[in-house]
């Protein structure tokens, strides 16, 4: 599993970042990180993500940075809201 995690964590890292500076609290790369997993596991909707996230919060820990936590479910729809669906 860490070397499909680690594959796509590759991947996303080429993806830009359409936040101000000043407003990042959350990596843009472990948003989506954690998006991801969290969909593939059941989630549905932001409020979904953000539970399946929080409650897997140690295991992002072992290969994601999370500097402030795990986003709210309000962040994960900021963000993907001004992502450039073409990126992904």
Not at 3 to 16: A, G, P, Q, R, T
Request: net charge negative; charged share 25%.
């Amino acid at each position: 599993m860490k070397k499909i995690v680690s594959i796509l964590c590759e991947y996303l890292e080429d993806i830009e970042d359409p936040r101000k500076d000043i407003n990042k609290l959350h990596l843009l790369h472990d948003i989506l990180v954690t998006t991801i997993c969290a969909v593939l596991c059941g989630a549905e909707g932001w409020g979904e993500i953000a539970l399946y996230c929080q409650a897997q919060e140690d295991w992002f820990r072992t290969f994601l940075e999370l500097p402030n936590g795990i986003p709210s479910a309000s962040t994960y729809g900021r963000v993907f809201s001004r992502l450039n669906p073409k990126s992904l």
